[in-house]
Nanobody, 128 residues
Framework: QVTVVESGGGSVQAGGSLRLSCVAY????????MGWFRQAPGKEREGVAA????????YYGYSATGRFTISRDAAENSMYLQMNNLKPEDTAMYYC?????????????????????WGQGTQVTVSS
């Protein structure tokens, strides 16, 4: 059983930065794809970024490109999302998800159904 725990959300003004963290407990191998998703009220869940812990391959959604950076600590099966130049439209609940035993697919990393284990979410609020 893999337990995913994210942290680091909060409230910032537009232009500010936040760093989200996520740990996948209970999986002792680096062969795992981990992703960040977000969901704003009334909107569908959106893939933000993903990283393959074993090799460090990264994938970004349109909303993250150029402002967000995903990274990992392979030794700890952890990943991070550095979010810079935040905008009010980034306001959402951010979820960490894990797909143990798999690499990230270039064509499917942003599909929720690919991930088996999910965290409870951490709120990010950006004010104008």
């Amino acid at each position: 059983q893999v337990t995913v725990v994210e942290s680091g959300g909060g409230s910032v003004q537009a232009g500010g930065s936040l760093r989200l963290s996520c740990v996948a407990y209970g999986y002792p191998y680096r062969h795992i794809c981990m992703g960040w998703f977000r969901q704003a009220p009334g909107k569908e869940r959106e893939g933000v970024a993903a990283i393959y812990i074993g090799g460090g391959n990264t994938y970004y959604g349109y909303s993250a490109t150029g402002r967000f950076t995903i990274s990992r600590d392979a030794a700890e099966n952890s990943m991070y999302l550095q979010m810079n130049n935040l905008k009010p439209e980034d306001t959402a609940m951010y979820y960490c998800a894990a797909n143990p035993g798999n690499t990230c697919s270039e064509h499917a990393w942003d599909r929720s159904r690919v991930y088996r284990d999910w965290g409870q979410g951490t709120q990010v609020t950006v004010s104008s």
